[in-house]
């Protein structure tokens, strides 16, 4: 077990002012059979507009809001404490469109021969799952700025190059190939300074999540902000404005072990 | 037949003041936007009181069993654990939407309006084409046809037991009203370049709703609210959304959508507004799950089906498989994943090698397609220069669900202008008339 205190922040810088912005940020982790969270403030910067808390199909919390006033920078800060118990996710069951790929998990001939090549042998489903993230961290290299967070599943598999979400998305495509229920996880891992990617998979009893880039369970210094079908069910953050601006995103995050 | 008691003497005055009222059609042909007339023909469908009633207890039934589909599949999906309908036809659909999982509408309805599309056969017998049960269009043409008519030929009106189908629009109206979670009734539609702008804008005027378009509107924590012109905001309670579901919620779903409300969904789950009809519906009105609607009327009212589904084949069955790849040149192949009459084919009209062709994509993409026997569906008479020729021609019913579900009694005829074609939709090029339901002696 481990107590972690955990403070991720976003910052936006628009290239001029924007109206009528939108947002939706799943920024907020929540307490499940793994983490337990304590006191999660959410700080949004600049004070404008109304802002409020919603939830979605997938069990996230929502932070929305609405500025319609103009402004030139966005950004939103979370902290609060974590008490972490062990390696395995919430236990309960897992509903069945986990089971079903989506746009950016779609295997193309690349992902099916791969996994042709790659069909794992165990009879559980974890080790199963332990097996394609071991191939899987084989032929992949870890390379920022090939692929963005539109690129799918085949196309960063056809470069076999890609960064933790792509990592994910072809891992998610493998494992529902094979009839595993999955799904797709955002949040903070302690060595990183921004947020990471990884997956969680369904044993037909409880989660247990797998991190694909660094070929590993997951251990008690993840932290876990949001979960969906893909990255494009639960983005951290999404926003739209009225203003033809360009942004510039930094992100940063600290887990220190209290 | 005799048409003396039919507007068709003043069929060119009819269709003068359709015209001179907007009644159009929009249509969007090599990326360009271009209004078409809706061309009406006076000479009505005629429907009996005692075939009406029948057909009324089959669609009733039918859109009882496709609600309570939409809310099975959306919460416990019991009908797939009791091994009813695979789970791949739910959760491969496009109309399947996972941000609508545990969702309840308002007083658990999820197709409030919804368009049924039948035809009649040469014995008489109707079937059921296809369920449309997302944003179902149509309703206004007949309506303002019956309008425009009864000014022209009054006489037809006053010798003819027709059912008065004026009552469309306060039908609509206590639809909304009994979904509404307080506040007022808005019509959202995407503006004048929508193929159906006139229906949008003549539902507003009718049931008093007001006609929006998203920038009048706005949420703020978890309530839709419209603007008004002092700056000010009223409530709303009950959008009939005449945007697809995708576009609906750039938050939620495609974030490029200009038309769309940011965080209509948030307000809709937290059960502070109604949406008509409920996002996620397009599961139930896949092609592919059309086969499995008389199982369902099976498993959840325990009653036979009244109205016939046409013989439809899946090839994801192998036995099905098969018959269809034997039988491919007399069958009609329609794509699952499209709608309006696009991707409709027919076995008949294919070359050798696209039949060797088709079979290939058949084998390969057995999800894609279904497989139907071609029904041979009665003609009806169209008048053209002056003479009748004969016509195929559909009919969609439209069955809404408030307090009880009620079929409207009317519908929108639609016929081919083209000789031998089965082809009817407007967006295709076809006509409507009016439809008459008779009253009972």
């Known amino acids: 077990m481990k107590r972690l205190r955990f403070e991720y922040e976003t910052k936006l810088e628009f290239s001029q002012c924007v109206t009528g912005h939108s947002f939706t940020l799943r920024c907020t982790p929540f307490s499940d059979g793994r983490q337990t969270i304590s006191e999660p403030v959410c700080e949004i910067s600049p004070k404008l507009g109304e802002v409020w808390r919603s939830r979605d199909s997938f069990g996230n919390i929502l932070i929305c809001g609405r500025m319609d006033e103009p402004h030139k920078d966005f950004s939103f800060k979370v902290s609060g404490e974590a008490q972490i118990v062990n390696s395995c996710g919430g236990s309960g069951a897992a509903a069945a469109f986990y089971g079903f790929q989506t746009p950016l998990t779609f295997p193309g001939e690349k992902i099916l021969s791969f996994y042709e090549r790659n069909k794992p042998s165990a009879a559980d489903v974890l080790s199963r799952a332990e097996e394609l993230s071991a191939s899987l961290y084989e032929h992949m290299t870890y390379i920022r700025g090939v692929t963005g967070t539109e690129t799918t599943a085949e196309q960063a598999m056809e470069m076999h190059s890609g960064v933790c979400q792509d990592y994910a998305h072809i891992l998610l495509s493998l494992l529902r190939i094979e009839g595993i229920r999955c799904r797709y996880v955002s949040g903070l891992a302690f060595e990183f300074g921004e947020t990471h990617a990884w997956v969680e998979v369904h044993d037909g009893v409880r989660w247990t999540g797998i991190d694909p880039t660094h070929n590993r369970l997951i251990g008690d210094r993840y932290i876990k902000l949001c979960h969906g079908r893909d990255y494009a069910d639960c983005p951290i953050e999404r926003g739209i404005y009225i203003g033809n601006a360009g942004s510039i995103q930094t992100v940063s995050s600290r887990i220190t072990e209290i | ?334 794509d699952v994943s499209e709608a309006g009459g696009y991707g409709v084919v027919f076995g008949r009209d294919m070359t050798k090698e696209q039949l060797s062709d088709w079979r290939r994509l058949i084998t390969e993409q057995s999800r894609r397609f279904i497989a139907q026997e071609i029904i041979d569906f009665i003609d009806l008479d169209v008048m053209e220069n002056d003479r009748t020729v004969l016509r195929k021609a559909d009919l969609r019913a439209f069955v809404l669900s408030g307090e009880k579900t009620q079929v409207w009694a009317s519908g929108l005829t639609r016929f081919s202008r083209k000789a031998n074609s089965f082809v009817v939709n407007s967006s295709q090029g076809g006509g409507f008339k009016d439809t008459w339901v008779l009253l009972p002696e």
């Open chain 2, 1 to 334: 037949m005799n048409y003396m008691n039919t507007p068709v003497a003043d069929a060119k005055a009819v269709n003068e003041l359709l015209a001179r009222y907007g009644v159009k059609f929009g249509i969007y042909k090599n990326g360009t936007f271009n209004e078409q007339l809706f061309p009406f023909d006076a000479i009505p469908r005629i429907i009996s009181a005692e075939d009406f009633s029948a057909m009324e207890k089959g669609l009733v039934q039918r859109v009882d069993a496709l609600n309570l589909f939409l809310k099975d599949i959306y919460s416990d999906g019991k009908i797939i654990k009791d091994g009813i309908i695979p789970e791949v036809f739910v959760y491969i659909s496009k109309g399947y939407l996972a941000p609508c999982a545990e969702i309840t509408p308002p007083k658990g309805i999820y197709s409030h309006i919804s368009g049924i599309d039948l035809v009649q056969a040469q014995d008489g017998t109707w079937y059921i084409l296809e369920d449309n049960l997302r944003i179902p269009s149509g309703a206004s043409y007949p309506l303002i046809a019956r309008e425009l008519c009864r000014m022209a030929s009054p006489g037809a009106f006053e010798n003819n037991r027709i059912a008065d189908n004026r009552n469309y629009a306060s039908l609509l109206r206590s639809t909304m009203d009994h979904v509404n979670c307080g506040g007022i009734n808005v019509i959202l539609t995407p503006g004048r370049y929508n193929a159906a702008y006139f229906e949008h804008s003549y539902f507003a005027e009718k049931t008093g709703a007001i006609l929006v378009q998203n920038s009048d509107l706005f949420v703020e924590n978890n309530i839709l609210y419209m603007k008004d012109y002092q700056g000010g905001k009223t409530r709303v309670g009950a959008v009939y959304r005449r945007i697809s579901d995708e576009y609906l919620d750039p938050m939620t779903f495609l974030p490029e959508s200009l038309i769309g409300v940011p965080h209509i969904m948030d307000a809709y789950r937290a059960g502070n507004v109604a949406i008509i009809n409920a996002p996620g519906n397009g599961v139930a009105d896949d092609k592919g799950i059309y086969y499995f609607v008389p199982k369902m009327i099976k498993y959840y009212l325990g009653e036979e089906p009244v109205l016939k589904n046409a013989p439809t084949y899946l090839p994801f069955y192998e036995e099905d498989r098969k018959y269809v790849l034997d039988n491919l040149e007399k069958l009609v192949i329609k």
